[in-house]
């Protein structure tokens, strides 16, 4: 996968930006659920919704119904035909989802915050099957909101056991990407 910079594309970084302000209101509702604050939304070239989803993996039981794969099930039957997909997640895909992407045919995933103990779009190989696809990636669009939602997380659910596996994977999610959080912020305050 290659990673790319938009930093000298303002137009493209604002369209970004919209784009992940509505994985950002998936992830809210995710956060309102009680599940880890992980927003998607899946888009054609056109820039068109085809699929939203948040995190349901405490409701549902299911440990593979992150917010990517729930997009994807909601545009179920729509991307056959599309061409040139692009993924919005508030935090970098896992493997899992990084694959279901490139099997889907997304040529683009965004995020806002890195997920540097499970990335996916750093550890999966471009596909060699006919019709996958090998995205580009571009990081840290919202960045700081995406990370002030898993910060409320903890604040609302401290001191909760139930919820401790929960908490040890955004405690050290939030971590791991402390120093990120202070570079996003200069950055972002100047773009």
């Known amino acids: 996968m290659t990673d790319i910079s938009v930093a000298p594309y303002a137009p493209l970084r604002d369209v970004m930006r919209v784009w992940m302000d509505i994985?950002?209101?998936?992830a809210r509702l995710a956060l309102d659920a009680g599940e880890a604050p992980i927003g998607c939304v899946v888009l054609?070239?056109?820039?068109d919704v085809m699929g939203v989803g948040y995190n349901t993996l405490l409701k549902s039981g299911n440990p593979t119904l992150h917010?990517?794969?729930n997009a994807f099930a909601a545009g179920a039957g729509q991307f056959a035909a599309a061409k040139d997909l692009?993924?919005?997640?508030t935090l970098e895909p896992c493997v899992m989802c990084t694959g279901a992407a490139m099997q889907a045919g997304v040529t683009t995933i965004v995020y806002a915050l890195k997920a540097p103990a499970d990335s996916g779009t750093g550890r999966v190989s471009p596909p060699t099957s006919p019709g996958a696809t090998n995205p580009s990636v571009i990081g840290n669009i919202g960045t700081l909101e995406s990370r002030a939602l898993f910060v409320e997380w903890i604040e609302r659910h401290e001191g909760d056991p139930s919820r401790d596996d929960q908490r040890a994977f955004i405690e050290q999610l939030l971590t791991l990407t402390a120093g990120d959080a202070v570079e996003r912020?200069?950055?972002e305050t100047n773009a």
């Open 67 to 69: 917010a990517e794969m």
């Open 86 to 89: 692009v993924m919005v997640s």
């Open 185 to 187: 912020a200069a950055d």
């Open 44 to 47: 054609n070239s056109a820039g």
């Open 23 to 26: 994985a950002l209101a998936q």
